[in-house]
Nanobody, 115 residues
């Protein structure tokens, strides 16, 4: 069973930066589409960034130009670089992995943007 473990969340001031990491167990990582979703307080979980196994990326409009998703297949890791953070970016960030068998989720990491 694949496991995803996120890290890198925390408290940051508006305008600051954070980098989230998600380490995936197993060799399936190279074949998988990876993504990050976030769940803001009182809202449903929503995808913010996706990267395919060939490196193509896509972003939610709210984070375009500020967030960058990347992957390192040698380390089975996907990253989310978040710059120019805004209070509206506050939430729990979840890493996920998509294969033909379905979607697997990490446990989430809290990001709080506040002065």
């Amino acid at each position: 069973q694949v496991q995803l473990v996120e890290s890198g969340g925390g408290l940051v001031q508006p305008g600051g930066s954070l980098r989230l990491s998600c380490v995936v167990s197993g060799s399936i990582f190279r074949l998988a589409v990876m993504g990050w979703s976030r769940q803001a307080p009182g809202k449903e979980r929503a995808v913010v960034a996706v990267i395919t196994n060939s490196g193509r990326t896509n972003y939610a409009d709210s984070v375009k130009g500020r967030f960058t998703i990347s992957r390192d297949n040698a380390k089975n890791t996907v990253y989310l670089q978040m710059n120019s953070l805004e209070p509206e970016d506050t939430g729990v960030y979840y890493c996920y992995l998509d294969t033909l068998s379905g979607r697997s989720w990490g446990q989430g990491t809290q990001v709080t943007v506040s002065s």
